[in-house]
């Protein structure tokens, strides 16, 4: 929840004009809904998308605050941020809503980016792999081999974020490694190996390049650093540098 208009739009100038030349990596960038028109208009013709940060599952109706798919769509959005873990945390997301969300995602066309992950009381009670395993296995139920294929899961050690403490690149190459052998587990190989797995634990421009080189972290869900169009181009720059 940071930045108004003004600020959005000159950080989405920067972002465009410092990484024009980035054609290996996919830039997603997801403000505030205030913003989303705004940045989406701004990044048209750019090679940055614009995705929202949670939508409500229903197509329209009574149900005030809320925002739509169709109206995400409208805006200019490509991608959604579903089950962030800040709205589990503070807004009462469940991997039931996770879920609804998702199939309302895809029905729209929009690429969901689904965020799983233990908190620090999950993790030192040995059940990091328990949650993540219930994150998965119930946020996408009937969810179908070929709309996997359309979405992203970002792993956010929530335990490493704003704690103090750090996950290291092994410990994420290790969750990642278990999500993927999950994947594999129910929806087989193509699915396993074509499904991008985003990490989201305080990604920096010190830390990226370490993460990327580990097999099965595919990019970053990227945190506090996407506030600065430095940092943030950092990031992409040095990511797309470990690409091939």
Known sequence: MYKNIKDGQELAVA??????????????????????????????????????????????????????????????????????????????????????????????????????????????????FEVIAGHINNGLVDISSSDMLKLVIAYEPVWAIGTGKTATPEQAQEVHKFIRDLLRKNYGEEVANSVRIQYGGSVKPENITELMNKPDVDGALVGGASLKAESFGAIVVKASEVVK
């Not at 913003?35 to 929202?52: M, R, Y």
């Not at 197509?59 to 800040?86: N, Q, R």
């Not at 991997?95 to 993790?123: D, M």
């Open 15 to 128: 972002l465009r004009r410092d990484l024009y030349k980035i054609e290996n990596v996919d830039i997603v960038i997801c403000p505030p809904f205030t913003l989303l028109g705004f940045l989406a208009d701004a990044l048209e013709t750019s090679n940055i998308a614009v995705g929202a940060q949670d939508l409500y599952w229903q197509d329209e109706g009574a149900f005030t605050g809320e925002v739509s798919p169709s109206m995400i769509k409208d805006a200019g959005c490509l991608y959604v941020i579903i089950g962030h873990s800040e709205r589990r945390q503070f807004f009462g997301e469940t991997n039931e809503s996770v879920n609804k969300k998702i199939k309302a995602a895809l029905k729209n066309g929009l690429t969901p980016i689904v965020c799983v992950g233990e908190n620090l009381q999950e993790r030192e009670a040995n059940k990091a």
